[in-house]
């Protein structure tokens, strides 16, 4: 391995954190955090200072989708792959059709499919850069698709497909919540976890619900299916509208997140969030394509994610060497999805990331490929 080659730091991001999550934590946020102490840290999450906490959370996500009438916010724990068993035991009453373009899209359909208590699910494929649509089909209850898939960068709309009767439309959003804008009446059950564009840890889930999403989750409630309390949406609806989860939060998680979205609010919304993301991707998918050696991996333009932009680079130029001499300079987690193994560099611009730090990155990379390529 050669030495690693050091770049000016005048060209060096402020921030180097490029991850597709966790991502970047700002320094607003750790703020938020040391100005919580004492009160809410280490204190019960069944008393004021904290429920006021998860109120204040479900309040400012209500506001930042300016939520129609009878939709609410919904929380619990264990993260968006959590929210998949849940939604499998909770929300699919008997078959659901997905959208599996991605690790993502695929792992959802994998856990409705797998269930004992369900029909076996209709999975629409798509390879990796590509997306498929939900369609109507007769027999299906919940149409399940990713907003942004994270390990290819391939966004789609969330568009409720034509004639599919009383079935929910169920988004997964885990990394487009906060950094893309959506029409959340499209949406039944639009759900996602702190660690992507809201800038914090992992660990909860949140779930945007319509009226009818809440309708099914009691209807299936009450119909006798055996749910484990810790999977079960009614358990999780209940407790929320007490701001409170069946079990203990992780209140730091919650601090950061009401930091982030009080930034967000304060610096106009959803709008202003998805914009510094657009920025940002634009400014990656305008750099590969005036490279000779980079090019964007999602052919199709209007499939490219905003939030998460995968670049796949030309065989000359080894990504795991360039990210190598990148990391070692604190540009870090630009790399690609582990399991679509291509020559590409991935880079989450979440709301959270300077649109002026990309502009540096594509400057450094620019300045490492220069000297790599020899
Ligand atoms: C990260 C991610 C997940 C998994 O989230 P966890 O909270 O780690 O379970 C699911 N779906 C999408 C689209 C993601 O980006």
Request: proline share 6%.
């Amino acid at each position: 391995m050669t030495e690693i080659i050091t770049i000016p730091a005048a060209l060096l991001p402020r921030d180097g954190r490029f991850g597709s999550g966790p991502s970047k934590v700002s320094d607003a946020q750790l703020k938020a955090l040391v100005d919580s102490q004492p009160g809410v840290l280490g204190t019960s999450h069944r008393q004021a200072p904290v429920k006021g906490l998860v109120r204040d959370v479900r309040a400012m996500l209500a506001e930042l989708y300016a939520l129609p009438e009878g939709y609410e916010v919904i929380l619990g724990n264990g993260g968006s792959t959590m929210f998949w068993d849940a939604a499998a035991f909770s929300l699919v009453r008997e078959r659901a059709q997905h959208c599996a373009f991605g690790e993502f899209g695929s792992k959802f359909a994998k856990a409705t499919d797998l269930a004992p208590h369900l029909a076996a699910s209709s999975i629409r494929t798509a390879p990796g850069g590509e997306a498929v649509l939900p369609e109507a089909e007769d027999g299906i209850d919940v149409y399940a698709w990713p907003h942004n898939e994270t390990s290819t960068g391939v966004a789609v709309p969330v568009l409720r497909p034509a004639g599919i009767g009383d079935a929910l439309t169920v988004v997964d959003a885990t990394s487009a919540a906060g950094g893309i804008e959506v029409d959340i009446a499209q949406a039944d059950v639009y759900y996602f976890a702190p660690q992507k564009s809201f800038a914090s840890d992992g660990g909860l889930w949140f779930a945007i619900i319509s009226p009818a999403a809440i309708a099914r989750i009691e209807q299936i409630a009450a119909s006798g299916r055996w749910i484990p309390e810790s999977l079960s949406l009614k358990v999780a609806l209940d407790n929320s509208r007490a701001d409170q989860t069946l079990n203990t939060p992780a209140v730091a998680t919650l601090v950061m997140m009401r930091a982030q979205l009080a930034w967000m609010l304060a610096g106009g919304g959803l709008g202003f969030a998805a914009g510094r993301s657009a920025r940002s991707s634009g400014t990656l998918y305008d750099w590969a394509a005036g490279r000779d050696w980079a090019e964007a991996f999602v052919t199709d333009p209007g499939l490219r994610s905003p939030v998460v932009a995968t670049i796949d680079l030309h065989p000359r130029v080894d990504s795991a060497e360039l990210r190598r001499h990148l990391r070692a300079q604190g540009v870090v987690d630009i790399d690609p999805y582990r399991k679509l193994g291509r020559n590409q560099v991935r880079v989450g611009v979440y709301p959270a990331v300077d649109p002026e730090d990309v502009e540096s990155l594509v400057q450094c990379m620019d300045y490492l490929v220069e000297r790599l390529l020899t």
